[in-house]
């Protein structure tokens, strides 16, 4: 049975037909006082891909997120945490970030952070400080992105081209951290 079906059946009320409304009665429907733990189950309930930032009004200082194949980045500075799709919209607050990966959860509050794999166990992650030209290397990032995600679509590429790619985005990458 599809997810929306389940919830209807338990009494809740959609006002759109979109997967996010879904996705926020779902977590609402799991939520018994920890906002981490009832992500965590929602995800877990998911298929395909998501990026989620989730809020809660007992929980005004924190913000808990979740990622497949949507990307999601945090943001550290001053007392002060970020979430967000994309390295831009947090360059004028912050050089630095921590990817988050596919299948992971974060929790975040205005000094902290935790991240950790959806099957609980505790993850590991590199704070990487961002220097030079950052929007030029942003922009060169997500033109060979774009291209791989074109290419990939239409099965066009072959094992040399994607090894050159590899290296091309390793040296992008290099010269984004510290």
Known sequence: MQLKAVLLEKGHKFKSETDSEVIAHLIEDLYTGDLTKAVRDAAVKLKGTYGLVVMHKDHPDT?????????????????????????????????????????????????????????????????????????????????????RKFLSRRNQFHGDFLEDLKKIWQQVILAVLI
């Open 63 to 147: 913000l808990v997120g979740a990622r497949n194949g949507s990307p999601l980045i945090l943001g550290i500075g001053e007392n002060e945490m970020f979430l967000a799709s994309d390295v831009t919209a947090m360059i004028s607050y912050t050089k630095q970030v921590v990817y988050i990966e596919d299948g992971e959860i974060v929790t975040v509050t205005p000094e902290s952070f935790k991240t950790s794999a959806l099957m609980s166990r505790i993850s590991v992650k590199r704070l990487m400080r961002l220097t030079g030209n950052v929007k030029l290397l942003i922009k060169k990032v997500m033109s060979i992105l774009c291209l």
